[in-house]
């Protein structure tokens, strides 16, 4: 799958670093600095932030939008930023370069059919407790409906152990590759909840396999609106990026 | 709260009984009857089923929500049946009683805040892994959009457990009553897959202090377009409700 | 199943109560003078204690089966306590009625050995991840060494949800009265965590068929070694009991 | 952790290879000097096993002892066992050098000290359903009871998803790692119970840091009397070995 001088799910593994959520455009421009300067080659960070409670805050919608294509026009960095439904998927399909279909709405088969229509990538994320046939079934409503750029990203699983977020399913990036010929991408942030986790667990997905990775990075991580905790700073995620790009050698890949 | 002769939460359990999905005006009008003549007081039956593959039977759509208030007309029962995105969320205001968000779209915001705009009844199933907190917060999406008439529905979660469909989570009852004012009903059919296990667990339920139930009954179970397995005969259905009076005594409460 | 004037499985619940350890002379006596004016039959407390880290208390080990003892005598009711490994189990069947063996040792099948040529009625609990066949299979260890006189006791699995200490599977109860001949006792103590659930899980499982409970009972929750969160005290057991008085006449049991 | 010429938890990976049980002395040595060819260091075999049903093969017991010690002398390699109940525990500390004890044993506090009295190493698999801390609150009773040479291994735990037989948790490995001083080991056969998993995640675990790997070969996979479809033919695990060997040197080790 090519994007603009990107490709996904070729010999080179895609990057897609960034914060949790759109914060203000200072924010945002350090954020991609940061990333693009270690190698990245998307920008994440939610516009539009599917949150348990109504009450806590809920992203700067198309505003955040705006802020993501400026950051893209000045860093060159393609975008990707979740869609939470039909309005917000029209508009993210304006701004960016790839629609973000969070763990929530994986079975929200309506959303679904609406990004089908809009003819640009989808990152379909798996739901928490989502099987892996349920998974590539979601993604078949995608691909049913005439749009054929699916991404899927493994993002870990809701188990009975409290120590990690989740626990990050590394066999579904093999099992992906052995039942469909969808590129995968893993994203050790959410699939972890622990910073001190990611960089081991990057290396474990790329080792097995997968086409990318989705890491979340946030200049000051400690004051962070959401996800702080499981963030990497610029310096660990260039720590970490200098190491997947030997790594990627092994796998007979490029960074 | 009142719907029309009926309550649900005071000192009268609710039971709505019914096919999965309606498949017919014959075999609809045929579930009604054996339903009310065992005491039930709404009927069940899906017209817009989410389906895991794009490819089953998704519903008989507007048809079916026709269908179901010529069958409303017919035999007096209230009608609750599910809503899967906005456009069948106004039909479904429109037709029926109650309108049903699923498991898979608890979490499905955009729906829960169209929902809350419709001023009629919800019925909110459990999510699939959800949390007691996560089930709570996602009513609170409603309950924030001043739609104050949201009923809980367990139905069972995901476990390792295969013997069943799904593990029914009982203690979810009195967990819901301590920590919340809304009523709470249990689904015995999706929570066990297996019609031998619906009838204990319906009494396990109201033992426990639920305020209702929701079961699926369907005059020929082995010729259901989904859900069969799990779904009682009226003979079946009509020996429940004779030992579900019996027990509601016990409870303090009246079928 | 008889054991003395008691019976199990038949038309009689078994309630087997008291605290989850054995703490004194002074403690036991006490809850078993209360747990036998509500009504139980055998008294229950552990004197062999597996604990997850080996620096918690242990038990009072053989004193705690001598307390045992003398509490049987001075009130009557039979005793259900815990073996950990062979040396335990020879002295609890020297002592006690009823040989208990727990969770994590549901698949010690070296124990289950042991205890099948002790000639002692075994209380299996459900292993905390184990499934139904599991189970079977565990007890099926014990019949095929000769002892017959097997009692399941579901207490609760573990899933994602953290509100609750387990997740209290009611379900397993009627599954089992379908592939088993075996009685099943449930633990709505250890299965929630939480002493405000245990009466409403009880009920439930008396309606969902079951032939017995197991309820931690507790002069002084609050002061009590291990597991007072979840241990009633003697004025809520003599509420309990009462209820359940009512409830075995609509399962056609008596208590 | 030193063990004759070999190490583990330092600079060179730890390979234990061999078939799930030692089912004749020539499909023993068959398989060690396989494994042996490829480049492991440590023969794996059972001799005792615990089995879910009474009524499947038990083992060879003693009898496969002596065959693992025949082909530890034939071959140099190291031999890795499992013990599962104290008599078999002091035979196999006898003839092996490294006594394994099982998931379902995690929390068999009883064997745990008496391994622990055995002054031999123990390899600890993970319990099904074990938190990282239970894990580790298990291998302290071994290091409480002097024995200080405990090797963790991670086999996956018990989700919801059917289509790996567990889900290995490599997150585990990075988590021990910055919990304890232990070495650990992770065992992708019973972790993905599919032998085309067992290569990408033997992978993963060297690259999220894992100490060494557990791997299931056996000369014939489909005439295997335990876990054939979870076993690598000798051309497969050579295939493994090559690139572990290129690996290792990625993570600063060798193998």
Tied chains: 1, 2, 3, 4.
Excluded at 105 to 112: A, K, W
Aim: aromatic share 6%; charged share 20%.
């Amino acid at each position: 799958m090519r994007l603009g001088d990107q490709e996904i799910g070729g010999g080179k593994l895609a990057v897609m670093a960034g914060p949790c959520a759109v914060e203000s455009y200072e924010q945002l421009l350090e954020s991609a600095r940061a990333v693009k300067a270690a190698g990245a080659h998307f920008l994440r960070g939610g516009a539009f932030k599917p949150r348990t409670s109504p009450y806590s805050f809920q992203g700067l919608e198309e505003e955040g939008l705006k802020m993501l294509r400026a950051v893209r026009e000045e860093t060159g960095l393609l975008i990707v930023t979740e869609a939470i439904d039909p309005h917000s998927a029209a508009l993210v399909a304006e701004y960016a370069d790839i629609i973000q279909i969070g763990a929530r709405n994986m079975q929200n088969f309506f959303l679904l059919r609406e990004v089908a229509k809009l003819k640009k990538p989808v990152l379909l994320k798996r739901g928490m407790s989502a099987t892996i046939e349920e998974w590539l079934m979601a993604a078949e409503y995608i691909l049913a409906g005439g749009n054929y750029d699916v991404i899927l990203c493994e993002r870990g699983i809701r188990t009975y152990e409290t120590y990690t977020r989740n626990t990050l399913d590394i066999s579904a990036v093999p099992l992906i590759k052995q039942l469909s010929h969808l590129p995968v991408v893993v994203d050790p942030s959410h699939g972890t909840g622990k910073c001190a986790l990611v960089a081991p667990m990057a290396k474990a997905a790329i080792a097995a396999g997968a086409d990318g990775l989705m890491i979340e990075v946030h200049p000051k991580p400690s004051e962070a609106l959401s996800d702080g905790p499981q963030s990497l700073t610029p310096q660990n995620f260039q720590a970490l990026m200098d190491e997947l790009r030997v790594l990627a050698g092994f796998v007979g890949k490029s960074l």
